[in-house]
């Protein structure tokens, strides 16, 4: 996904911010069907079209389930494994993305994708989405 230079240019002092206060190991944006917007995954061999997709698809599922069980709206979808974790937090139209193999700083990274939703929500709130691309709630 292509970003006008002002956005693009807001939103990479958000990721660096959040970069400096937290200790991930892969960063990303997507969009709800799994564009990419912005993606970091250091020094893991990581394929970004597949893994953004992938995200995408484990926010849908969350969400179908939240609802499911009527304790929707999703907010954060955590998943943990032997060597790992990642937070996919819910952003409206986006899910910002954030993973690490420490879990305190899994921890820290909670906090931080938190504190900085709102102000890429806001960011991305320029962004124009085709509405047919948009998943229904």
Do not use: W
């Given at each position: 996904m292509r970003l006008e230079r002002k956005i693009a240019y807001a939103l990479a002092k958000e990721?660096?911010?959040?970069?400096?206060?937290?200790k991930l190991e892969a960063?990303?944006?997507?969009?709800?069907?799994?564009?990419?917007?912005?993606?970091?995954a250091g020094d893991k061999t990581a394929n970004s079209t597949e893994l953004s997709a992938i995200g995408a698809?484990?926010?849908?599922?969350?969400?179908?389930?939240?609802?499911?069980?009527?304790f929707a709206p999703i907010n954060d979808v955590m998943v943990r494994g032997k060597n790992g974790f990642?937070?996919?937090?819910?952003?409206?139209d986006f899910h910002l993305v954030g993973?690490?193999?420490?879990?305190?700083?899994?921890?820290n990274a909670i906090a931080v994708?938190?504190?900085?939703a709102p102000t890429i929500a806001d960011i991305l709130s320029y962004v124009q989405i085709d509405e047919e691309d948009i998943p229904m709630e």
């Open positions: 990721l660096k911010d959040i970069t400096q206060e937290a960063l990303a944006i997507l969009t709800a069907t799994g564009d990419r917007v912005a993606f970091y698809a484990l926010v849908a599922a969350a969400r179908l389930a939240l609802e499911r069980l009527t990642l937070i996919l937090k819910s952003i409206g993973g690490t193999s420490d879990i305190e700083e899994f921890k994708l938190s504190n900085h």
